[in-house]
């Protein structure tokens, strides 16, 4: 069509079917206008030249792919002049080769495997390709290998199909504040099997039948300030039972991300590795189910200031519903500024897994921790508002670390029962306070094992009535350990050897002895000081201070009054080698009844 240089010529097609073995239409400087064709050719369907127009279509008809049809072997439509596509469809090896000038209203260009250009509603644009998808599902079957970016450029997009990203893809989802993508039926939503970021800027994703999303065990899925939904209303028969998000591979969910589901909000397959970070997640059953295996690997990390929360008085699934459910043998990590809310429990340590806590906090209306494998509460708070703590079978429960700064504040477990209730195990207590209505713990339900060096003491306070916290102990007899050396002489029986565990210093008398006890008091390298006028040892008893690490450590016995004694002595007293007696005025005052046996001892 006006092959010279200089002429310009309108044609216009109204219906037609060309056939031809190079080029179905060549136009160089013309205007070609199709309302109707179908082109089969050899070469290019259309050449355009610089100084052509070609318009194919009406701008005010809804586009339609049956009323042109442009095939061309090589290019459907090769322009390098202006080209209006408002309808009609084309193919070739390279569909569209040049620039596209207009298309209709809320219309972009779909690129199919670059063979296939129709057009669509502008639901999604591909950054990288420059095409637009009406299909979440079509747009992730046309992405580069590495690094294709598709922004959802709708509002509001409504999905019939399952979206799936294949292996060895990589897309990033943008999603913006106002798009909700809404999948329907049981298809579900979106399967990753390649590494998909969904970036969402608190625009929302949503299924209503299957899972949300799947990321299965070769996909890695990073969502990022996203609001993902499942809204499928469940009874006790329901099939379907979607959650929001089943991981098998590697899924970090981050930065304000929300989780909201009437089933299960994330479930961590065996071979999944789940991290939520400061993220918001709230279901009907179990908010996070973990069922992986590895007890040195956490499956499920919480951290950062998450929110999880069960609120299961509409659900019929499970009377067990928990926020935190451990199926198996794996690990459950839960720590930051996290809290975990539950209607049920906050926590279920079901098999032999392990669950630790640190900084979290956790309030049940039954129990905040219900265990049968390994519990550390590092940090953090555990209370339940109507049952136990923390409770179990068998299990080891492990509370603070040995290596922190001794706190009675924290870690704090409280029940509306008991603090913590076992049967059988052992509970470590290291650190923190164990209250309960109507006792902390029972002290022969399990082996306790308090901090080395440390002991248990029992009090009250008017909220719960029985509580348990460390202090650290200064004396021994045997392996029962004492707060204060009057402790450990008042349980002493007869020839009783009491060992010193620590220095101590006092204003009044440490070691007073009365006239009717007989003891062996083993200094271990240790110093007693008093800083007052007291002496440091009041004997009316039978007493025998030893040092048995007199060949690598001198005891000290030491007052630094100026006006009292080290030692008042009114009954029996050995002093044996390896001990230092310093004062500042006397040293020892053997009163009228005393009888002193000084051997090997040094007196300054």
């Avoid at 379907?240 to 981050?254: H, L, M, P, Q, R």
């Avoid at 922190?404 to 029940?415: D, E, F, H, K, V």
């Avoid at 440390?454 to 719960?464: A, G, I, P």
């Amino acid at each position: 069509v006006d092959e010279s240089t200089t002429g310009t010529t309108t044609v216009n097609i109204n219906t037609a079917t060309i056939n031809a073995g190079t080029h179905g239409i060549k136009a160089n400087m013309a205007k070609v206008n199709i309302t109707a064709v179908e082109i089969n050719a050899g070469a290019y369907g259309i050449l355009v030249g610089d100084n052509a127009t070609l318009t194919l279509g009406n701008s005010s008809n809804t586009p339609n792919e049956t009323r042109i049809k442009i095939n061309g072997t090589t290019r459907g439509v090769s322009s390098t002049g202006t080209f209006n596509f408002y309808d009609g469809k084309i193919c070739g090896t390279d569909a569209i080769n040049g620039t596209v000038t207009s298309v209709p209203t809320n219309y972009g260009v779909q690129t199919v495997k670059g063979e296939i250009a129709t057009l669509v509603i502008k639901n999604y644009y591909n950054n990288t390709t420059g095409s637009y998808f009406a299909e979440l599902s079509v747009a992730l079957d046309n992405v580069n290998t590495t690094g294709d970016i598709i922004e959802a450029s709708a509002k509001t997009i409504s999905e019939t199909k399952t979206a799936t990203l294949e292996a060895g893809n990589t897309v990033t989802l943008k999603l913006n504040s106002s798009t909700i993508i809404s999948f329907s039926g049981t298809s579900g939503g979106i399967v990753n099997n390649g590494k998909l970021t969904i970036s969402g800027n608190s625009g929302t994703i949503t299924a209503s039948g299957k899972n949300t999303i799947t990321n299965n065990s070769d996909g890695v899925l990073n969502v990022n300030k996203a609001v993902l939904k499942n809204t499928e209303t469940l009874t006790s028969n329901t099939t379907a039972k979607g959650k929001v998000i089943y991981n098998a591979g590697t899924c970090t969910c981050s930065n304000s991300t929300t989780i909201t589901s009437n089933y299960r909000g994330v479930e961590n397959s065996a071979t999944g590795i789940l991290t939520i970070n400061s993220c918001t997640i709230t279901s009907k059953e179990y908010a996070v189910l973990n069922r992986t295996t590895s007890s040195s690997t956490a499956g499920v990390t919480i951290t950062g200031s998450s929110k999880v929360t069960i609120n299961d008085t509409a659900s019929t699934e499970s009377s067990s519903n928990s926020a935190v459910y451990n199926y198996s043998t794996g690990k459950v990590l839960v720590s930051g500024s996290t809290t975990i809310n539950s209607t049920n429990c906050g926590i279920v340590n079901n098999s032999t897994g392990t669950v630790e806590v640190d900084g979290a906090t956790i309030v049940a209306t039954s129990y905040g921790i219900y265990s049968n494998g390994t519990v550390k509460v590092i940090s953090g708070s555990v209370k339940s508002e109507s049952n136990h703590g923390i409770g179990g079978n068998n299990q080891i429960v492990t509370i603070g670390s040995s290596s922190a700064t001794l706190s009675n504040t924290n870690p704090i477990i409280m029940g509306e029962l008991k603090g913590i209730y076992m049967s059988g195990g052992t509970l470590q207590f290291y650190n923190g306070i164990i209250k309960g209505k109507k006792v902390a713990y029972d002290e022969t339900a399990q082996t306790v094992v308090p901090r080395t060096g440390y002991m248990v003491v029992w009090d009250s306070e008017s909220t719960y009535t029985s509580i348990a916290y460390l202090e650290q102990a200064i004396a021994a007899i045997g392996t029962t350990q004492y707060s204060t050396i009057a402790e450990a002489v008042e349980a002493a029986k007869s020839g009783d050897e009491i060992d010193l565990l620590r220095n101590a210093t006092s204003e009044n008398t440490l070691l007073d002895v009365p006239s009717t006890k007989n003891v062996i008091f083993d200094l271990n390298g240790y110093t007693l000081k008093s800083t007052g006028t007291s002496p440091v040892v009041n004997n009316n008893g039978t007493l025998t201070i030893k040092n048995s690490k007199s060949s690598t450590q001198t005891a000290v016995l030491n007052s630094t009054s100026t006006s009292g004694y080290t030692i008042k002595n009114n009954g029996t007293l050995t002093l044996q080698t390896g001990i230092n007696v310093e004062s500042s005025y006397k040293g020892i005052y053997n009163d009228t009844s005393g009888c002193l046996t000084i051997n090997g001892t040094t007196i300054n």
